[in-house]
């Protein structure tokens, strides 16, 4: 899949995992009670800044904080667009 997306300096494009329906023991979660995803695939990396290179890069699985990103909805599908400093951790 390719985006017509370049994020900027160091702004990452993340895709969140779909948020869990059901849980461990079978009870499904009503969409008004579904966590907002901290889980998501990197699908676009920007070039850095001079003083900062990007460590993450395209189809890395990354774990952010719960308010990370400014959502993005583009083609019908849903995006978080951030900083890099606000992803946590690479899966």
């Known amino acids: 899949m390719s985006l017509n997306i370049k994020p900027l300096s160091d702004r990452v494009l993340v895709e969140p995992v779909a948020a ?3 849980t461990a023991s079978g009870i499904f979660i009503p969409d008004t009670a579904k966590e907002k995803p901290q889980k998501g695939i990197v699908v676009a990396v ?9 460590t993450v890069k395209v189809g ?11 959502e993005l ?19």
């Open 46 to 54: 920007g070039n850095g800044t001079k003083d900062h290179d990007m």
């Open 73 to 91: 909805k583009f083609e019908g599908k849903d995006y978080l667009i951030m900083k890099e400093e606000e992803i946590f951790a690479i899966l």
């Open 60 to 70: 890395d699985t990354v774990l952010y904080g719960k308010y990370a990103g400014t």
């Open 20 to 22: 869990e329906t059901q």
